[in-house]
């Protein structure tokens, strides 16, 4: 390769943009020339592309979001659009990529290189963690510190006011957010998609401890948990236990922007470090991930398919320390 490209694609997440900076600046260390691409495939399509050198990405790996933007491009699963977007790279020469985002994002690079033979390599960037290959994805950190934050302040309020709380965090498909921050701020309960919530052992439990007069109670919602999100879990306990008072806080989109931690920020120059190498090795289609501190390539068509257990383990955990 002597030409690259490299684009954020899907949700924002905090770490997207010291991924870029790293991609950039050791794609030039190699004597490459590398570009942005604006607003993820969008940009590829509509020819938004610019070159980058080393100052264009000064000043940014403390900051969320990403400056070369970012979006779900519906064109892109189209063969149409993919063709577009080829013959805007080959004007440019650009003849590999580097794609951070989730699993959709991934699903666009298989579909693009096996039709236009471009390599692409896919750095892991989602607040969710609910790819298969990486211990870590980068923005999950961040996202879930940010729960923790708002969930120990909501907790003053149920504390004051012996109330019980509802948090909904994000997490359409993976409980990871909900999980993590659940068992952090300890939560009574953690409702997940990827495991059933026994709802009547749930209103049991809640009752039980509203008997023993431990008043501080925390449920952590994910919002694609089988019931719905934290209104909907909310309006099934006030049914069960009505002398309870139940509150909701969604906490939304905080979770996806600020500052990325320092433990984003290290894997994400990491990653795109090693983006970089495995273009100019000669490797096709996979996903950089860290496993066991061990860089980790996981074909693309795997990191979309497969997503992480959540274990039992921590399950179990939670409602023992919980009571
Ligand atoms: O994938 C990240 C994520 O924040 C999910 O947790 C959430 O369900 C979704 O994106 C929301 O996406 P948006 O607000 O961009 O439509």
Aim: charged share 25%; proline share 2%; glycine share 10%.
């Amino acid at each position: 390769v002597t030409k690259i490209g490299v684009l954020t694609s899907g949700g924002d997440a905090p770490g997207m943009n010291a991924a870029v900076r790293a991609v950039v600046r050791t794609g030039i260390y190699h004597g490459l020339e590398v570009f942005g691409i604006i607003r993820g495939y969008s940009g590829m399509i509509d020819d938004d592309i610019i070159p980058m050198d080393s100052r264009s990405v000064a000043n940014i790996i403390q900051r969320g979001g990403t400056i070369l933007k970012t979006a779900r491009c519906k064109e892109f699963f189209e063969h149409e659009g993919r063709k577009k977007a080829f013959e805007n790279l080959k004007k440019k020469g650009i003849d590999g990529l580097v794609i951070i985002g989730g699993d959709g994002s991934f699903r666009g690079a298989q579909k693009f290189s096996n039709e236009f033979d471009i390599p692409c390599i896919g750095l892991p960037g989602t607040i969710d963690k609910d790819i298969a290959g990486t211990d870590f994805t980068i923005g999950f950190d961040t996202a879930v510190n940010t729960a923790v934050d708002a969930i120990d302040k909501i907790r003053d309020t149920a504390d004051a006011h012996d109330r019980l709380f509802i948090v909904e965090v994000m997490g359409r498909d993976a409980g990871y957010i909900a999980l993590h921050s659940g068992i952090a701020t300890g939560a009574e309960n953690i409702l997940i998609p990827e495991s059933k919530t026994d709802m009547e052992e749930l209103v049991h439990s809640l009752t039980e401890k509203e008997k023993r007069k431990k008043l501080v109670n925390l449920v952590v919602v994910a919002e694609g948990d089988e019931f719905g999100g934290a209104n909907e879990v909310a309006a099934v306990i006030k049914k069960r236990i009505p002398q309870a008072d139940v509150r909701v806080c969604i906490l939304g989109h905080i979770q996806r922007g600020g500052s990325p931690t320092c433990l984003d920020r290290l894997i994400a120059s990491r990653m795109g470090y090693h983006a970089v190498e495995c273009l100019l090795t000669g490797k096709h289609n996979v996903m950089v991930g860290i496993v066991n501190n061990n860089l980790y390539y996981t074909p693309l068509d795997n990191a979309i398919k497969a997503k992480q257990k959540i274990s039992e383990e921590w399950l179990k955990i939670v409602k023992i320390l919980a009571s």
